[in-house]
């Protein structure tokens, strides 16, 4: 039987558009060694590292008249070059210049009828720096088949990239038209239900998808103590369009884990409180009215133990990940009121048995944020953007250099893609000491975001002035 996409990743193909790409992308900074680290060796390292993640080969195949889901078929002409590309800013590029090509390039959706995922190389950086910039589709990305590129590519120490030790790759014969609906008859004869919901979802009702999530939601939001209610109004919820925006703001590891043990939760509590009191400054700052009661409702993706699985799946602990609502009280002035508020609303998720503690994610096969990242967008695609203003996505990463070939990776953040009506989303990632928020925004409706970027390491700043005080 062909290896039929599921109904969820078959609507993340479905609701894309132009001005909502369903892909998830990372900004890695590399140091680059003085052997050099060129397009030919990524190429080459990519090459070695395709064999583990087969689905990156492969490109969807619609089956003639709607009449089943798309399958995953092996792409008889794939050409690394395509999805492997080269860039360069005027040197020496900064920062500003960097953000800015990730902006457009995370704009453009990507080619359907080509595997679904792009990497560039970016060169030019100052400091003798390179970058590699990713794009999956979430559709390619469930964690359990198909984890993120991102996660196989980096290893704890340097190496040349080395030939494949295995037999040239051969496609399996691309089956045609007739096949493909021979293949959709023969699954109804064996599963005519289930074919049914294919037709349903491929055909007339696309949104028969997004109803059928609609109970999970519901059990979710219920679970957490809050109504299915609209999100409180706001600027993060407004029409966007094609263009985005990309900001960053960094963090130490170590000042994050003082405020911790001062007060108690969890990192993750802190960073949220961080995200809450630089969102009460940017609020400010564009002259919004913020009352005491005044919240923005974050969509938080946090792993969990899976019950239905018993964590055989190489790279997954066999975990995944659901999303929860976190009312952020920006209105509260004193930041650790704020904290304190943001560990109270957690506190049922981190109590859970279910709860999957940052040590356990650690030990996730590879660079597992990457992945975790896209099953957070994954999560929160089932969600109606009307009960929340804006995603974070938090995913630990490992305390140690990792490497591409012989490049020292040095940052990393997450860029999370936009929903309709959805201005911002954020991604933050630690490694190496470090943690790094990836600040995506709608061009016209986020054309501050960078001042909400610095705003994030202020309050970073006015947590831990107030800690030491």
């Known amino acids: 039987m062909p290896d039929r996409l599921s109904a969820l990743d078959a609507s ?3 609701l894309e558009d132009p001005v909502t790409p369903m892909h998830v992308g990372g900004v890695a900074v590399f140091r680059r060694p003085r052997a050099g680290f060129a397009y030919p060796q990524l190429v080459s390292l990519i090459e ?3 064999p583990l993640v087969p689905r990156y080969r492969q490109k969807v195949a619609e089956v003639p008249g709607h009449l089943a889901r798309p399958v995953w078929v092996d792409d008889p002409h794939f050409d690394i070059a395509y999805h492997v590309r080269r860039s360069a800013l005027p040197r ?4 500003e210049q960097l953000f800015d090509l990730v902006g457009r390039l995370m704009a453009r959706p990507l080619d359907q009828n080509r595997p679904l995922w792009e990497m560039y190389l970016v060169e030019g950086l100052a400091g003798g720096h390179v970058a590699l910039v990713t794009k999956s589709h979430q559709a390619l990305v469930d964690g359990v088949r198909t984890i993120d590129f991102g996660q196989v590519i980096l290893d704890s120490a340097p190496h040349e990239p080395q030939e494949p030790a295995e037999e040239p790759w051969l496609p399996r014969r691309e089956p045609g038209p007739a096949r493909l609906l021979l293949d959709a008859v023969s699954e109804t004869v064996l ?8 037709v349903r979802s491929a055909v007339t009702d696309v949104m028969a998808t997004t109803q059928k999530v609609a109970g999970v939601v519901e059990t979710v939001v219920s679970a957490i103590g809050i109504a299915a209610r609209p999100a409180p109004a706001g600027p993060l919820n407004a029409a966007i369009g094609r263009s985005r925006l990309f900001a960053v703001a960094r963090a130490k590891l170590d000042d994050l884990r003082v405020v911790r043990a001062l007060h108690g939760g969890t990192v993750n509590d802190v960073i949220l409180a961080v995200i809450s009191g630089a969102l009460r400054s940017w609020l400010l700052s564009r002259g919004e009215q913020i009352t005491s009661s005044t919240l923005v409702r974050a969509l938080v993706p946090m792993a969990v133990h899976d019950d239905a699985t018993d964590g055989t799946v190489p790279g997954m602990l066999g975990n995944r990940v659901t999303p929860h609502l976190v009312d952020l009280p920006v209105g509260e002035p004193n930041p650790f009121v704020r904290l304190h508020h943001v560990s109270h609303a957690l506190r049922a998720h981190n109590d859970s048995l279910r709860s999957v503690a940052a040590s356990a994610l650690l030990r996730v096969g590879g660079f597992a944020p990457p992945t975790l990242h896209s099953l957070g967008a994954r999560a929160a695609a089932s969600f109606s953007q009307r009960i929340f203003n804006l995603v974070v996505t938090n ?9 591409a070939g012989t490049a020292r990776m040095t940052e990393m953040f997450p860029v999370m893609p936009l929903s309709r009506n959805q201005a911002l989303a954020i991604g933050v990632t630690s490694y190496d000491g470090g943690v790094y928020f990836g600040l995506t925004g709608d061009r016209s409706a986020m054309s501050d975001v960078d001042v909400l970027a610095r705003m994030l390491e202020e309050s970073v700043e006015e947590l831990l002035t107030t800690a030491r005080a």
């Open 191 to 198: 599963r005519p239900r289930e074919m049914v919901e294919n």
């Open 92 to 95: 020496p590029g900064s920062d």
């Open 395 to 403: 995913v630990p990463g490992p305390q140690i250099p990792l490497y």
């Open 12 to 14: 993340f193909l479905y």
């Open 48 to 50: 070695q590292r395709l």
